[in-house]
């Protein structure tokens, strides 16, 4: 099983701008599809973007115009661009194989530590 280390979040002020990385332990290459997820203090984990092996992405309505995932196979990283960040990004953001997501599998020997993303209101 191919783990996944995120990275590069940070305090930022709203209208900031954040990139994360995620690091897979493998090759993602066999991956058919990637995806951000973002868990805020007392919600549940949210569907943030996906990214397909053929370069096809998706977004939650909310980020739509403001991030943008992508990945680098050769590298066996997933990024995830963030711009005008808002204080409602607050959140521990994951990144994962997308077919741990779709299936349901929430525990944490399937997911990584997160990076942690605060824009104070």
């Known amino acids: 099983q191919v783990q996944f280390v995120e990275s590069g979040g940070d305090r930022v002020q709203p209208g900031g701008s954040l990139r994360l990385s995620c690091a897979a332990s493998?090759?993602?290459?066999?991956?058919?599809?990637m995806g951000w997820y973002r868990q805020a203090p007392g919600k549940s984990r949210d569907l943030v973007a996906t990214?397909?092996?053929?370069?096809?992405?998706n977004y939650a309505d909310s980020v739509k115009g403001r991030f943008t995932i992508s990945r680098d196979n050769a590298k066996n990283t997933v990024y995830l661009q963030m711009n005008n960040l808002k204080p409602a990004d607050t959140a521990l953001y994951y990144c994962?194989?997308?077919?741990?997501?779709?299936?349901?599998?929430?525990?944490?020997?399937?997911w990584g530590q997160g990076t942690q993303v605060t824009v104070p209101s």
């Open positions: 493998g090759n993602i290459v066999s991956i058919s599809a």
């Open positions: 990214i397909t092996s053929g370069g096809t992405t």
């Open positions: 994962n194989d997308h077919d741990i997501w779709r299936v349901g599998i929430r525990g944490s020997d399937y």
